[in-house]
């Protein structure tokens, strides 16, 4: 094997993610899970709830998982990888408790891990560190050894993961009304968080004017917008706006919502507009409720023409920019050099998450990370 395509150290790779309800039954106990001790309002709970028994109760990210690893196991069995992918969840099962668990029955001992937010913030990042070491406590109890865990770095700006997003809105904008097209606005959105979460996302070198979590998606959508100039000769312009946004009213989080700057844009005279849900991996429930429900319910109302484009899914090329960064990865812990793609201007991202990146409100262990309790 050449040293390009050798995944050691590493001997799997765990796929983390959120989770979903599967029925009608999960919805409530699903809620549960996620907002355990955080005090989201009731009528908070209940409007999302409404969402989920919309689509008969089933969210779509277990789906989008499930083919995800579908296109992992294909990428890795077609570049000789020799290694499995397993997937386990924060909220739903497979949860990530039993995952590991078996896992470490099989005889894994240092595991690679790619969670399904590429972005840095409490909820996308510390938070699954959170869950690894909660898992790993739990393991330990259960007197079972204890597997290393690498959390593959952000990929935001891998090209892997821009690309089929620049694809996506030159598709939409090729479905618009040609006489509207050429003006249309480019509305990337992601979820909204609380200001204070923003300002204190990434290293406390990037605190402040919010944090880590504004720039890599403001990076993004820059890459994208560039991108899309380039290929259509149009120069459309752009915002990003946020969405899903939940919590008490008069705590400040990200704005404005997609669904003010949809009513903004038509205020303003723009003909056309394609929502960029650049802050999605897959189309989970935010993208098919918040956005293809009520964003696109109010536009219709406001008579603005609005399209949405694809999220990444299980697109090969993701599949094979995971394989990449598990690649890059294993090369550096190795002491080994490798190639790290990234486009924009941030560059590659940190591999070991900073003492005080993304603070939890209470103090938690966090695996995977400089201040993780485990090796
Ligand atoms: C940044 C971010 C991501 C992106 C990164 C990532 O992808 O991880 C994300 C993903 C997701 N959020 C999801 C669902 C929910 N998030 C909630 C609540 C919250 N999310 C928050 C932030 C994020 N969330 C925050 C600050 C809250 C409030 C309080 C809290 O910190 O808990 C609530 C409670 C009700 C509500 O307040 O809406 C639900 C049901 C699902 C599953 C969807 C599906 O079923 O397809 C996914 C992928
Ligand atoms: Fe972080």
């Known amino acids: 094997m050449s040293d390009q395509h050798d995944p050691a150290p590493y001997d799997a790779l765990l796929l983390l993610s959120f989770g979903g309800p599967e029925g009608p039954d999960d ?7 996620v907002t355990r001790g955080r005090g989201i309002p009731k009528e908070r709970l209940k409007e999302v709830g409404q969402h989920y028994f919309l689509f008969g109760g089933v969210s779509p990210i277990n789906d989008q998982n499930r083919a995800l690893l579908d296109a992992l196991r294909t990428d890795f069995a077609a570049a ?3 290694i499995p992918v397993h997937w386990g969840n924060r909220n739903w099962a497979p949860y990530l408790t039993d995952t590991l668990r078996e896992m470490v029955t099989d005889g894994r001992r240092h ?11 409490y909820s996308g990042c510390r938070q699954y560190r959170e869950n690894l070491a909660d898992a790993l406590a739990t393991l330990e109890a259960e007197g079972l050894p ?6 593959l770095r952000h990929y935001f700006n891998h090209p892997g993961f821009v690309e089929p997003m620049i694809e996506g809105v030159l598709a939409s904008l090729a479905e618009l009304d040609p006489a509207l097209r050429a003006g249309a606005h480019l509305a990337f959105t992601t979820h909204s968080i609380p200001d204070s979460a923003a300002d204190s996302s990434g290293p406390v070198t990037e605190h402040g004017d919010g944090g880590s979590y504004v720039r890599q998606h403001l990076d993004v959508a820059r890459v994208i917008a560039d991108a ?11 915002e990003l706006v946020y969405q899903s946004r939940s919590g008490a009213p008069h705590i400040p989080w990200l704005e404005p919502d997609i669904c003010d700057h949809l009513e903004a844009l038509h205020v303003a005279g723009a003909p056309a507009a394609v929502m960029v849900p650049i802050g999605f991996v897959s189309d989970h429930m935010e993208v098919l409720y918040d956005l293809d429900t009520e964003a696109t319910a109010k536009a219709a109302e406001l008579g603005l023409p609005v399209r949405r484009s694809a999220t990444v899914g299980a697109d090969p090329r993701f599949a094979a920019a995971v394989r990449e960064l598990l690649l890059e990865r294993a090369a550096h812990e190795r002491g080994a050099r490798a190639e790290r793609c990234a486009l924009g201007a941030l560059g590659p991202s940190h591999d070991l998450c900073p003492i005080g990146c993304c603070p939890a409100r209470a103090e938690r262990p966090a695996a995977a990370g400089a201040d993780s309790p485990y090796a």
Do not use: C, M, Q
Not at 111 to 121: D, E, G, W
Not at 228 to 238: L, S
């Open 111 to 121: 595991i690679a891990v790619l969670t399904t937010s590429a972005y840095a913030s």
């Open 80 to 82: 000789g990888l020799g």
């Open 228 to 238: 899309v100039r380039e290929r259509t000769g149009n120069d459309h312009p752009w």
């Open 146 to 151: 204890l597997p290393r865990v690498d959390k």
């Open 27 to 33: 919805v409530v106990p699903f809620l549960e899970n």
